[in-house]
Every structure is written in structure tokens, then in C-alpha cells.
């Protein structure tokens, strides 16, 4: 199963303008970018809080083959939520759900953020590609495309993943970009 890490994201690295939740500053050129990609997939993973903010957007209409596997530490609060082989939430390790859906048969996998998950499926070594939109904007601050507490636990604190890029495309007329990236074992 091949496992691509989707964001969009300001010149200076934010993958939220500011403390705004979600992706309202991302181009409508990203955005039908992102729905072809995310059409391509057969299962996606993403954080709790990006769930919160994305579920609407994600929903099992919108993408009716997508297996969507959420983070939270609190799965059982959740339960009422689950649809089976659609919808699940797990507190498992990146490893443990890349060998369930492998096992399911899903061939391509989105990692769909936020900053928290990012760091923890690269500090894994799962994630084989990255596909990144760099909107023409610059925040100053935001959340992160890879988190970055700081102290000796929090996997971005000692991240050094090396990228070979494999595309570079402009998506529109004076930006935004899109960079594929493979990671170099
Ligand atoms: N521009 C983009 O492309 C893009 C993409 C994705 C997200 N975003 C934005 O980024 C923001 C969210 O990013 P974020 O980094 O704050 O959060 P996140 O990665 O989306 O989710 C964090 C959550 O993951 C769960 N989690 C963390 N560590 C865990 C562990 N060890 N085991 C199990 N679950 C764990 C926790 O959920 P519980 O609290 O439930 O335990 C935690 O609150 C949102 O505003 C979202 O819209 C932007």
C-alpha cells in the first residue's frame, strides 16, 4: 500500500492561517487538485481536530470508497460515531493501521494531517510520498505542517526525513504550486 501525505500550505510552512481552524486560505485550484487526489485513494487517515473541521467536506457521499481511520486517544468516546468499513477511530500506532488496511486490500493510503499526525507517520517511516500546495501566502504562524512541541517524546522534535523531489507543477497563474515529493530511504 502506497501512503502519500496531502496539505496545502503558506509560503512559510502554516497549514492553518494564524489559529484559524481548516483550509479556507487554500485556492480553488488546490481544492479540485485535492479532490481528484483524494478520489485516487482508497483510505485516509487524519487527527481528531482536522476530522472536526473536515467532516462535512469528507463525507461518505462526497467520497464513497474512502476507509477514513481518525486518531484520538479516546476512541471508545466515540463508538457512536462508527461506520463500519467506512468510518472507524483508533488510538493504534501508524504501523498498527498500515498493516489493518493493508490486510483490507487498500493500495493507496492519504495521510490528511493535521501537523500532529504528520509527525508521527514520518517519524514512523510510513509515508512513501509527499504532495504538498504551496498557496502564495505568507502567515507568520499557524499549525504546522509537522509538529514541533519541542521535548525528547514529541516525534517532529527529531525529524529528518530526506526528500527527493519528483514534480513541480504550477496549479494557476501566479501560484499556487504543487510539490510532489518522494521520501528517500
Ligand atoms: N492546510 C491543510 O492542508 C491542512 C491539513 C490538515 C489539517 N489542517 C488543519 O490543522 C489543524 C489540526 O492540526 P493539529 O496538528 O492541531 O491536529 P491533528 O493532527 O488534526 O489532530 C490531533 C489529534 O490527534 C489525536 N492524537 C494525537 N496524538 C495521538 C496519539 N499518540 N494517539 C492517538 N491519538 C492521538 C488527538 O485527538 P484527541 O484529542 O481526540 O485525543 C489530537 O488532539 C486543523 O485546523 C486543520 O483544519 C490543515
Redesign the pocket.
Known amino acids: 500500500m502506497q501512503v502519500v501525505l496531502?496539505?496545502?500550505?503558506s509560503v512559510d510552512g502554516w497549514?492553518?492561517r494564524q489559529g484559524?481552524?481548516?483550509?479556507a486560505?487554500?485556492s480553488e485550484a488546490d481544492k479540485t487538485h485535492f479532490r481528484a487526489a483524494i478520489r485516487a485513494c482508497d483510505a485516509c487517515v487524519?487527527?481528531?481536530?482536522?476530522?472536526e473541521?473536515?467532516k462535512e467536506r469528507m463525507s461518505p457521499k462526497t467520497f464513497p470508497s474512502l476507509r477514513r481511520v481518525i486518531?484520538?486517544?479516546?476512541p471508545e468516546?466515540r463508538a457512536a460515531e462508527v461506520v463500519p468499513g467506512v468510518l472507524e477511530f483508533?488510538?493504534e500506532s501508524p504501523a498498527e493501521t498500515v498493516a489493518r488496511l493493508r490486510s483490507d486490500g487498500r493500495k493507496r493510503c492519504a495521510v490528511?494531517?493535521?501537523?500532529?499526525?504528520?509527525a508521527?507517520w514520518l517519524a514512523a517511516g510510513l509515508v512513501d510520498e509527499l504532495c504538498l500546495?504551496v498557496e502564495s501566502r505568507l502567515f507568520g504562524s499557524g499549525?504546522?505542517l509537522v509538529?514541533t512541541v519541542g521535548g525528547g517524546a514529541d516525534p517532529g522534535a527529531t525529524l529528518d526525513v530526506a526528500l527527493e523531489l519528483i514534480e513541480a507543477r504550477v496549479l494557476a497563474a501566479g501560484g499556487p504550486v504543487l510539490l510532489r515529493y518522494a521520501v528517500k530511504r
Open positions: 496531502f496539505a496545502a500550505q497549514i492553518t484559524e481552524p481548516g483550509d486560505f487554500a487524519m487527527g481528531a481536530k482536522t476530522y473541521v473536515s486518531w484520538t486517544r479516546r468516546a483508533t488510538a490528511l494531517g493535521g501537523g500532529e499526525v504528520n508521527a500546495t499549525t504546522p509538529a
